[in-house]
């Protein structure tokens, strides 16, 4: 009869907690101390950071969005910690966001997951984010008015930076190693995620 091994259940334990921390509500409480009972009633009606910043001020949606991010970081960063590999920290981390997303604090719901996935990538795919952040940089240049679509987009690109570094020019000394395809492949899916949880506010109008 199979047993299960060590790393099977190393495995399904970060990833559990990464989904637990994931869920932890900060923009629910940063609301609350803003003076917003709930940010699910105002705004967007989406428990994220912007819809903090719309509610409860800038301050407080700046230091949401950095509650968020860390959730993603944190878990990585324990998997790091550890001594576990990438494999097992990127899929952690990409827990975290679903935990964000669908928190069962929340009913079940959450906010988009754009901070999180962020804080997550960051810690496998730091130069490739300061590619994205260009990119929206120069989005917001050319329409200033959809700055949250551009960010989207930006984002999207991730995946296929990821998969260029390292890869299209192999011997370039200023481009970062080749990057593991779980860490690929996570973003991927993590960008999908993100179109499929803002999707309705985009059709809606409300945005974030």
């Known amino acids: 009869m199979a047993t299960t091994g060590p790393h099977t259940v190393t495995f399904a334990f970060m990833v559990v907690a990464g989904f637990l921390v994931g869920s932890v509500p900060f923009s629910l409480w940063m609301g ?43 878990v990585v960063w324990l998997s790091w910690r550890l001594g576990l590999p990438d494999e097992v920290a990127v899929w952690s981390g990409a827990a975290a966001v679903v935990g964000h997303d669908y928190s069962p604090w929340l009913g079940w ?50 995946p296929i ?19 593991p395809w779980s860490v690929v492949i996570a973003s991927a899916l993590l960008v ?9 506010g985009l059709k809606s109008g409300t945005g974030s």
């Open 109 to 158: 719901r959450g906010g988009k997951g754009g901070a999180t996935t962020a804080g997550m990538l960051a810690c496998f795919l730091f130069p490739e984010l300061l590619i994205v952040l260009l990119l929206w940089l120069a989005w917001c240049a050319i329409d200033p008015r959809r700055k949250f679509l551009g960010s989207i987009a930006a984002v999207s690109m991730t």
């Open 192 to 200: 999908v995620l993100l179109w499929v949880r803002v999707a309705p």
């Open 161 to 179: 930076l990821a998969t260029m570094s390292g890869r299209l020019f192999p011997d370039a000394p200023f481009l970062p190693p080749a990057r």
């Open 32 to 74: 609350r101390l803003g003076g917003v009972r709930d940010v699910r009633r105002h705004g967007s009606r989406n428990p994220g950071a912007a819809n903090v910043w719309k509610s409860a001020g800038r301050l407080l949606g700046v230091a949401t969005g950095a509650l968020d991010a860390g959730k993603g970081a944190a």
